[in-house]
Nanobody, 114 residues
Framework: QVQLVESGGGLVQAGGSLRLSCAAS????????MAWYRQAPGKQRELVAA??????NYADSVKGRFTISRDNAKNTLSLQMDSLKPDDTAVYYC?????????WGQGTQVTVYS
């Protein structure tokens, strides 16, 4: 079992920055990959950024603006979000994958206003 707790969401003006954090606990050593997803009202949950074995990948919509990082010593996953746009408004979820099982945090709201 893996437990995930997100923090760092909030209200920010377009062009601003936010940093999301995800604290992981439980069977940390069994985690294969971690990621950030988001879900906007009326839309499906989508992958924002993922990291596995030192490699990262990003949704086209956030490339060059968002940076995902994992600190194995602190058991945390972060998402640095710069140049935020109103379209980035969503609930952001931390995700950890253990083989074929996905674990989710409770989500943190990010609201970007113009």
């Amino acid at each position: 079992q893996v437990q995930l707790v997100e923090s760092g969401g909030g209200l920010v003006q377009a062009g601003g920055s936010l940093r999301l954090s995800c604290a992981a606990s439980g069977s940390i050593s069994s985690i294969n990959a971690m990621a950030w997803y988001r879900q906007a009202p009326g839309k499906q949950r989508e992958l924002v950024a993922a990291t596995r074995g030192g490699t990262t990948n990003y949704a086209d919509s956030v490339k060059g603006r968002f940076t995902i990082s994992r600190d194995n010593a602190k058991n945390t996953l972060s998402l640095q979000m710069d140049s935020l746009k109103p379209d980035d408004t969503a609930v952001y979820y931390c995700n950890a994958r253990v083989v074929l099982v996905h674990y989710w945090g409770q989500g943190t709201q990010v609201t970007v206003y113009s």
